[in-house]
C-alpha cells in the first residue's frame, strides 16, 4: 500500500531555508507524479511545485519558482522541496501527494488541481517568522 510520509517541517526566520522531504513507500516513484501542496488557514490548498520522476519535469508555482526546488532521490524513493529565501507568506501546512502519472499526460507539465491527486501525505508545518 503506498504510503506518503512528510518531513522537515519547523519554524524559521524570514529570509532562512528549509528542505522538507517526502518519503515514499509500497511502489516505485517513477510511477506517480508526485506534488507539493501548501494550505495556509482559511485558504485553499495551492499547489507549490511538483515532478514527474521518470523524465525529471517539474513545474512551479510562479511566487516560488526562484526560491524553491523540486528533486528526487530514486534510491531512497523520496522527493524533496528545497526552499530558500522564506518569507511569512510561506507558512502553511505543507503537503506531498501522488497521483499516478498516466494519468497527467495530456498537455504540457503542469502540477493538476489538488483534487486529483489520490495519495497524500499527514502534512507538516512550515512557519516563517521573527
Known amino acids: 500500500q503506498l504510503q506518503l510520509v512528510e518531513s522537515g517541517g519547523r519554524l524559521v526566520q524570514p529570509g532562512g531555508s528549509l528542505r522538507l522531504s517526502c518519503a515514499m513507500s509500497g511502489v516505485p516513484l517513477n510511477l506517480f507524479v508526485i506534488g507539493w501542496f501548501r494550505q495556509a488557514p482559511s485558504k485553499e490548498r495551492e499547489a507549490v511545485s511538483c515532478i514527474n520522476p521518470s523524465d525529471n519535469s517539474t513545474a512551479y508555482l510562479n511566487s516560488v519558482k526562484d526560491r524553491f526546488r523540486i528533486g528526487r532521490d530514486n534510491a531512497e524513493n523520496t522527493v524533496y522541496l528545497q526552499m530558500n529565501d522564506l518569507r511569512p507568506e510561506d507558512t502553511a501546512v505543507y503537503y506531498c501527494?501522488?497521483?499516478?502519472?498516466?494519468?497527467?499526460?495530456?498537455?504540457?507539465?503542469?502540477?493538476?488541481?489538488?483534487?486529483?491527486?489520490?495519495?497524500w501525505g499527514q502534512g507538516t508545518q512550515v512557519t516563517v517568522s521573527s
Open positions: 501527494a501522488a497521483e499516478v502519472r498516466l494519468r497527467f499526460l495530456a498537455g504540457p507539465f503542469h502540477c493538476h488541481h489538488h483534487t486529483d491527486y489520490s495519495h
